[in-house]
């Protein structure tokens, strides 16, 4: 299983990127999805997850500024980030959960994608 993450790179402050993670070469489905993020120098913390029933979740520091979104025919986690601020720069991991049944069989991450929020 691969997940594959898109889209980093440089925004001023204010501005607005958006992050896609496909995931591939699983047998099974996805359940929850998700973003996290970590800066240098500090602990890896959630962005957003969103499970294929669409049920989100957010980090406290992005509500509001983040989206997260899917298709579930693609495999593909979307992060729309707006209002972006400095402190938001760091890499980010893409998630998942391969299921079956129910059943989570194994959690992956994806290579991560550097985000650099900077006048």
């Known amino acids: 299983v691969q997940l594959q993450a898109s889209g980093g790179g440089m925004a001023h402050p204010g501005g607005s990127l958006r992050l896609s993670c496909a995931a591939s070469?699983?047998?099974?489905?996805?359940?929850?999805m998700g973003w996290y993020r970590q800066a240098p120098g500090k602990e890896r913390e959630l962005v957003a997850t969103i499970t294929d029933g669409g049920s989100t979740s957010y980090g406290d520091s992005v509500k509001d500024r983040f989206t997260i979104s899917r298709d579930n025919s693609k495999n593909t986690v979307y992060l729309h980030m707006h209002s972006l601020k400095p402190e938001d720069s760091a890499v980010y991991y893409c998630?998942?959960?391969?299921?079956?049944?129910?059943?989570?069989?194994?959690?992956?991450w994806g290579q991560g994608t550097l985000v650099t929020v900077s006048s």
């Open positions: 070469g699983s047998m099974f489905s996805f359940n929850a």
């Open positions: 998630n998942a959960d391969e299921e079956l049944g129910g059943i989570v069989l194994k959690n992956y």
